[in-house]
């Protein structure tokens, strides 16, 4: 789960690093308001789930309270990346005499908690990682013992080029940094910048964390960062009936069992010259509620022209599916075509069952995705 | 011959009277996995399916018989604590089958059972069959046959897409492992990899990836450099849009990094072929395997 950069900057300041003071606001009146209680000049960022706000004007430095309310009326509304802003951070402007990017994230090579560090800050750290690679400094920590106060020093003095005031300020932030990513949880929490001010004092002047989801139940509190409306209402439906699912932009709905076999469907229907409407993986249950709550969301987008079930019966039976797809077509008010790929335990049984209803039978991969084109206005290729 | 296991292994099954412990656990017995005991707390002294000893703890089970792998069925919150009381009680092969494991409870256990010289098979994945032999996990058996391919692969019904297909095709498998689709797993590709070089039954591979992470783009390189059979790979995902988790907390594809073409690329460097689509698995197998 991904939370926006004020909730970021909460938990990043509840963990003891310097994070200046910021207020959100959702109009430009208000906006105006936090900048004069915290005095111009401020900054006035987009609080949106996705980057390069910045490049796409969503982040202004106000010198007055006018420019705070011109801005903001301009950022306010705004369309970065298919996300609209609804809110904006208001907070007070540094000086920046230094910028350094600071960053947490799991090395699955390793196995370990790694951290990514580079004097290359303030801007895209994979654009550095491309083009500098030698600017980025990385080292695993052992969960044994965290981040030791002397690894610490050592990337401190390594990114601030030997200046000791610098260094400490930089290493003791990697510390509370490590100890905010493991302790919320995280899968990414990242500074980017860390900066000095002309003054030397060091400030977390913008904040990144998302969230393991698998973590999200031990920590009841997350439930209200999540920002329902930056969310699309169907991929809402699907987490809240515990599916996964991926909104996509063709014609083809997709109920797949398993997440592997769900993509490799996707892949297929591309193959052949379609486009999926979503990606979905409904477990391994063959419960007809599930199946019931899935097609109701697939159903609810106007582009599904047709419907493709890919089920591998593993240890769920395919009779058990079949029954529950025919249970869930009799409930719901279905308008397209749905074609069923069944193989597994039980398949002729299925079959058997499905044999008598206007679901379409495929017994491959290859020829469900096949008969769902044809199905459509999409031409398919490669027949 | 098999990776891992066989079929003298004795087995534990962490949560055994569970709802899916004890379905799968009575699906290994039918199998003919040598399960000596089970564990759930509290129901101690219990015998579940009219043979197997239940006992508190992973300790009691082991001292009482000898146990030498596990399964784990435990709940997500519970999943880590269960592989850490399994290598505390002189458990050297654990498979967590748990979906939904907190990174951060792997990343603390991972430490724990290197100190102690534990290989860990997930969390969240299907486990493993030896066709013919034994069962740790919950592959169907039904698609299964005793053979010479050996199949790893990071997803689940995906696996058995192929393994179904093989079978279909009258090429049998050595092995089948689902070594897990999380960020953070015991048992990587490489791991898998070399045990399949170390096993004189296994005469061929199929490696069966998806988008996220550079573990396609290792096993290639590895592959290359370590593997003297033949080797066909495919790749699920490489329609995924980037940044969207397609189910797999590992699938996510962003910066470039991870997506299916970059993995193609490194397999096709290596010479190993890549399906397109998992039908072209067992054609490719037979163009390059002569006896298949």
Known sequence: ?383 | MAIFCGAGTKVLVQGITGRDGSFHAKSMLDYGTRIVAGVTPGKGGQTFADKVPVFDTAAEAVAATGAEASVIFVPPAAAAGAVCEAADAGIKFVVCITEGVPVRDMLKVMPYLQERGVRLLGPNCPGLVVPGQTKLGIMPTSIVKPGAVGVVSRSGTLTYEVVHQLTQAGLGQSTCLGIGGDPVIGTDFLDALAAFADDAQTRALVLIGEIGGDAEERAAQFIRANLKIPVVAFIAGRTAPPGKRMGHAGAIVSGGAGTAADKEKALAAAGIPVAARPVEIVPKLREIWRDA
């Open chain 1, 1 to 383: 789960m991904n939370i926006h950069e004020y909730q970021a900057r909460d938990i990043f300041r509840r963990h003891g690093l310097p994070v200046p003071e910021g207020r959100v606001a959702t109009t430009a009146a208000a906006a105006v308001e936090h900048a004069a209680a915290l005095g111009v000049p401020v900054m006035v960022k987009a609080q949106v789930l996705t980057g390069g706000r910045g490049k796409a004007g969503g982040v202004k430095f106000c010198p007055t309270l006018d420019d705070v309310r011109r801005q903001a009326g301009a950022i306010l509304g705004m369309d970065i990346k298919g996300h609209r802003v609804g809110q904006v951070l208001v907070t007070p402007a540094a000086d920046i005499a230094a910028e350094f990017y600071l960053g947490m994230l799991v090395d699955r090579r390793t196995r370990r908690p790694i951290l990514i560090a580079s004097a290359a800050g303030g801007v895209d750290i994979e654009e550095v990682a491309r083009t500098a690679p030698e600017k980025i400094i990385q080292r695993q920590i052992d969960p044994r013992y965290g981040l030791l106060d002397h690894e610490a020093l050592a990337v401190g003095l390594a990114l601030a080029a030997g200046d000791l005031g610098r260094a400490r300020q930089l290493a003791a932030a990697l510390q509370k940094l490590y100890v905010a990513f493991m302790g919320a949880d995280a899968s990414l929490a990242e500074v980017n910048p860390f900066i000095f001010t002309p003054q030397g004092q060091g400030l977390a002047i913008d904040a990144k964390i998302n969230l393991d989801d698998n973590a999200l139940e031990r920590h009841p509190e997350y439930e209200a960062l999540r920002d329902l409306e930056a969310e699309d209402a169907s991929e809402r439906a699907a987490r809240e009936a515990g599916l996964s699912f991926v909104k996509l932009d063709g014609n083809v709905g997709c109920l797949v069992n398993g997440a592997g076999l769900a993509m490799a469907t996707m892949d297929l229907v591309q193959y052949y010259g379609g486009m999926p409407a979503n990606f979905l993986d409904i477990g391994g249950s063959s419960n007809p509620e599930k199946v019931v709550k899935a097609l109701s969301i697939i159903l609810a987008d106007a582009n599904v022209e047709v419907i493709l079930f890919n089920i591998f019966g593993g240890i769920t039976r395919c009779d058990d599916v079949a029954a529950g797809i025919i249970e869930a077509t009799r409930r719901l008010d279905i308008r397209v075509p749905i074609v069923v790929r069944l193989t597994g335990t039980n398949e002729q049984e299925a079959r058997r069952l499905l044999a008598g209803t206007s679901l379409v039978p495929a017994e491959t991969m290859d020829e469900a995705v096949k008969k769902a084109l044809e199905l459509t206005a999409t031409k398919p290729k490669n027949k």
